[in-house]
T-cell receptor, first 117, second 114 residues
Framework: AQSVTQPDIHITVSEGASLELRCNYSYGATPYLFWYVQSPGQGLQLLLKYFSGDTLVQGIKGFEAEFKRSQSSFNLRKPSVHWSDAAEYFCAVGDPPGLGGYQKVTFGIGTKLQVIP | DTGVSQDPRHKITKRGQNVTFRCDPISEHNRLYWYRQTLGQGPEFLTYFQNEAQLEKSRLLSDRFSAERPKGSFSTLEIQRTEQGDSAMYLC????????????FGQGTRLTVV
């Protein structure tokens, strides 16, 4: 069964500092990989996704993520954090291409990001 | 295109009552998903539809839960005889049935069982 580990429950960074959120997954092949962001009381917004190809993926709001097959990781990064980035971030894995498209997705527990002035 | 719409946004109910939530997917998205998110956890898959067919159900979807999508457009999720453990955010998402695509989520329905 697929699983996702986000080892950091809470992270606090200063505004303007760089950010890296960790994500490790367990899956038999290369899955679909996603990062979503959720503001309090809101739904999920997709930041970026990896299906295949270039292992460095650019997303919205200045985020990027790098897929590392050897480490089963898909860490999210941002060079300079803004106060509006404070939210909860979820890494997720889905069935890989070839199985009919997006189906059920397994989410990690989430990392709550706090940004201090 | 107004995105995935869920109604109501909040629901407070007494234990033992039945509740029903509605989800309107993005038009042309024939896949529809339900997830449940409890406090401090990530969303957990409940079920998904392709058109009106319910293709997969999680073990989390007990007998008290039923989801329908009768005409392949909107969907409803009903919980019968609610329990306090059902308190959660219920998220709906939709997608196209394409290989390299993603799901778009609604803002969720927050259920509180008292």
């Amino acid at each position: 069964a697929q699983s996702v580990t986000q080892p950091d429950i809470h992270i606090t960074v200063s505004e303007g500092a760089s950010l890296e959120l960790r994500c490790n997954y367990s899956y038999g092949a290369t899955p679909y990989l996603f990062w979503y962001v959720q503001s309090p009381g809101q739904g999920l917004q997709l930041l970026l996704k990896y299906f295949s190809g270039d292992t460095l993926v650019q997303g919205i709001k200045g985020f990027e993520a790098e897929f590392k097959r050897s480490q089963s990781s898909f860490n999210l990064r941002k060079p300079s954090v803004h106060w509006s980035d404070a939210a909860e971030y979820f890494c997720a894995v889905g069935d890989p291409p070839g199985l009919g498209g997006y189906q059920k997705v397994t989410f990690g527990i989430g990392t709550k990001l706090q940004v201090i002035p | 295109d107004t995105g995935v719409s869920q109604d109501p946004r909040h629901k407070i109910t007494k234990r033992g009552q039945n509740v029903t939530f509605r989800c309107d997917p993005i038009s042309e998205h024939n896949r529809l998903y339900w997830y449940r998110q409890t406090l401090g956890q990530g969303p957990e898959f409940l079920t998904y539809f392709q058109n009106e067919a319910q293709l997969e159900k999680s073990r989390l979807l007990s007998d008290r839960f039923s989801a329908e999508r009768p005409k392949g457009s909107f969907s409803t999720l009903e919980i019968q005889r609610t329990e306090q453990g059902d308190s959660a955010m219920y998220l709906c998402a939709s997608s196209l049935p394409l290989m390299n695509t993603e799901a778009f989520f609604g803002q969720g329905t927050r259920l509180t069982v008292v």
